[in-house]
């Protein structure tokens, strides 16, 4: 692969990890009581105007799932860590740091949306909330590490080059 097309393909996994770890920061830790939680809606016609009423239940902020709940601790801790595993696979070229960086974030994935579909939810109520976020960062994460090019080894010297300077010796002598 030539120098620009991985140069490109390197730019693109940056961008996407900056896309992932903001979207889970915004998104999952910014949005207050509202990253978690579950509400009914019935509609009152007893009076002269019917009223739709909102009962909300079970209101949780990522921060305080992650003081409570190990296993969204570890979520969390991924999606932060991740991009650190990114940055040592890239610098050291670790065998199957790819593969290894793209299964951690699909994992991160399955186990916000089992920790959500295991979750006890008030009987009439529905789960709602912005732990979505979580979900699509895992997945763009995973896009980062197919997306991006194989470490280049500095010492390498491409068949172009090596042609170039054997004419250049054979020439001189």
């Not at 296993?71 to 650190?84: D, E, G, K, Q």
Request: charged content about 20%.
């Amino acid at each position: 692969m030539d120098r620009s097309r991985a140069g490109l393909r390197f730019g693109w996994s940056v961008a996407l990890i900056v896309l992932a770890v903001g979207v889970a920061a915004a998104w999952g830790f910014g949005r207050g009581d509202r990253f978690l939680y579950q509400d009914r809606y019935w509609l009152d016609e007893s009076g002269l105007h019917p009223t739709v009423h909102v009962e909300r239940a079970d209101n949780q902020t990522m921060l305080a799932l992650v003081r409570s709940e190990t296993a969204w601790a570890v979520v969390a801790a991924s999606i932060l860590l991740i991009p650190l595993w990114f940055v040592a696979w890239r610098r050291t070229g670790i065998a199957g740091g790819r593969w290894i960086g793209a299964a951690w974030s699909v994992s991160v994935a399955i186990a916000v949306v089992v920790l959500v579909a295991a979750r006890p939810v008030v009987p009439g109520m529905t789960l709602h909330g912005f732990y979505g976020s979580f979900i699509a960062a895992g997945i763009v994460l995973t896009a980062a590490f197919v997306v991006a090019p194989e470490r280049r080894d500095d010492d390498a010297i491409e068949a172009i080059t090596v042609a170039r300077l054997l004419r250049r010796h054979r020439a001189s002598t």
